[in-house]
């Protein structure tokens, strides 16, 4: 009884009514709504009164969905489990998922649910307060929840990215193989403690261009910095005739075949991933780089990384603009200062002068049709710059600069330089204050390139294997990867008989084939005994066969 009453006020505060709890808990179980493949957040369930009425509801309304309990109080977690270990038991028997935790960190939470239920276990998350305990720290049990509605979101999010672009995505990175034995991988590149300009594409990037060509009349000469840049940028830099160091190529697309107009045989160095556009990775014929963002769990990343043909491996961020940033951190050691990765736009202007997307509003202007910003829709909503002018945004680039904020914001070597960008995260430098650190941090650098000093490493020094061994490693690796995929026709079409468990083997091993199903996409697990899933598995093989077939 002494329990029962610290538990009904605690704090000043009455967790539980002293007239009939177990009543008024049953009540508002009673009224909520019920509905099937979501997750209940059940912040401080104390004796658990309410919980059995919730559950009887979820057995016949909403079978798929299910109830996590969640106490951050030490003390009335242990007597929340002595009063609901019984009753989660007998529910987890009538298999009525529920379970109990004290996880208050949001990533941890997260990854506890991934462990229980899996990827898209649940399309929402509903919170059930059935007592007053939440009160006790409604920030965090708020926090904890809109972490878990925005994992279930972003797996969501990532399954229909997945479905769209998966086999798109893996056939890119086939055929990009070969260039393995010719692109050493990023690593290998380094730009010592000279500082960085990483440059995006957005209209901010035109202030940006102007004071460069102010404050370094010989831009390309001794330039005390480096310039890296994404794709986008390049029809901006080719006509200031401003050379980049290194420019970034992650678009899997064809319509990025724009973003290179003009810049044929440029011979600039390029930053690769494995799965882009094949024609993109070969058409500034400069030196190039591999690296790898995985756009999913796949066996093949694995045996790639196992036969040592895995090159550099960065987290898949989903923006040009931020992969040039962790690019940019990986192969400096000085200060990096962004610049037009503004995350907003204007009604007459979205990206730079110069580049595609510009150039496109500039083709379709006509005597009776002005400049309009295709980029503008009724998603867009208005925000406020860095400077404090109004801008435009959308869902997207708010969700990527949210992106950037989160990855880079802990970086103190990481500068924004203001202008009509939305804020990053990060301090914010004037123009001429950029100018200032660019020059300054790249004093020391230049001094010690003068000396000798050796700053950027050849890829030659990480390439101890000579072409004919890589090769050979590579071709040992597509005969074998061939031979999965024809010992898998060979069983599906009925011309060999699969030995027990075989044939799940391959396809778990072969889960390129399938990964990309709307039904399985995002770690969902298929069933091998559906006729339906075996037949698109087998239309996918012959391809993915003809794609391992070619010249190095």
Request: hydrophobic share 40%.
């Amino acid at each position: 009884m002494q329990g029962r009453q610290q538990a009904c006020v605690r704090n000043g505060i009455t967790l539980l009514s002293g007239v009939d709890p177990v009543r008024r808990c049953e009540r508002i179980a009673d009224a909520v709504t019920v509905r099937d493949k979501t997750l209940y957040f059940c912040p401080s369930p104390l004796y658990g009164y309410g919980l059995e009425k919730l559950l009887s509801r979820l057995e016949i309304q909403a079978p798929n969905s299910a109830v996590l309990c969640i106490e951050a109080d030490d003390e009335l977690y242990e007597l929340a489990k002595e009063n609901i270990e019984m009753l989660i038991k007998s529910w987890k028997e009538r298999s009525v998922s529920i379970y109990f935790t004290n996880i208050c960190e949001a990533e941890k939470l997260c990854s506890f649910v991934h462990g229980i239920w899996g990827a898209r276990a649940f399309r929402r998350i509903e919170t059930v307060k059935l007592n007053g305990g939440w009160q006790l720290f409604p920030q965090l049990y708020s926090s904890l929840c809109d972490a878990l509605r925005s994992e279930i979101a972003t797996e969501w999010s990532n399954a229909l990215t997945l479905t769209k672009l998966g086999r798109l995505f893996i056939r890119n990175m086939l055929k990009n193989l070969p260039l393995i034995t010719k692109f050493p991988p990023v690593q290998s590149l380094s730009f010592g403690d000279s500082p960085v300009l990483v440059l995006g594409a957005g209209p901010s990037l035109d202030e940006t261009l102007d004071a460069l060509e102010k404050h370094f009349s010989d831009i390309n000469g001794n330039r005390p910095f480096k310039i890296v840049c994404v794709d986008t940028c390049l029809g901006a830099l080719k006509d200031r005739n401003i050379i980049p160091d290194l420019v970034v190529i992650l678009e899997s697309q064809h319509w990025n075949l724009r973003d290179f107009t003009g810049c044929k045989n440029w011979n600039v160095k390029s930053a690769v991933d494995l799965s882009a556009l094949p024609p993109s990775a070969r058409i500034l014929g400069g030196q190039g780089f591999l690296f790898f963002t995985p756009w999913t769990d796949l066996n093949i990343f694995e045996r790639l990384k196992n036969a040592k043909l895995l090159p550099t491996v960065l987290p898949p961020l989903g923006s040009v603009g931020l992969t040039a940033v962790e690019l940019a951190r990986r192969i400096t050691a000085g200060k990096i200062i962004c610049a037009g990765l503004d995350f907003s736009f204007a009604l007459d202007k979205y990206h730079a002068r110069s580049t595609p997307g510009h150039r496109t509003m500039l083709n379709r202007q006509t005597r009776f049709e002005g400049i309009a910003n295709s980029g503008y829709d009724n998603a867009s909503f208005s925000a406020v710059s860095k400077s404090g002018s109004p801008v435009l945004s959308s869902p997207v680039m708010r969700h990527y600069r949210e992106l950037f904020e989160q990855e880079f914001s802990s970086d103190v070597r990481l500068f924004d330089i203001t202008g009509s960008g939305l804020p990053l995260g990060v301090k914010t430098l004037s123009l001429e204050e950029a100018a200032g650190v660019l020059v300054k941090g790249g004093t020391e650098f230049l001094t010690q390139r003068r000396k000798g000093a050796k700053t950027q490493r050849e890829s030659k020094d990480f390439f101890q294997e000579s072409f004919a061994e890589l090769t050979d490693r590579l071709e040992i690796f597509i005969f074998e990867e061939k031979k999965r995929l024809t010992d898998l026709k060979d069983i599906l079409t009925g011309e060999a008989v699969a030995e027990q468990g075989r044939l799940k083997i391959l396809i778990d091993e072969c889960d390129y084939l399938w990964a990309h199903f709307p039904d399985y996409a995002g770690g969902v697990k298929p069933d091998i005994s559906d006729i339906s899933f075996l037949k698109r598995v087998r239309t996918e093989i012959d391809l993915m066969i003809k794609l391992l077939i070619f010249r190095f």
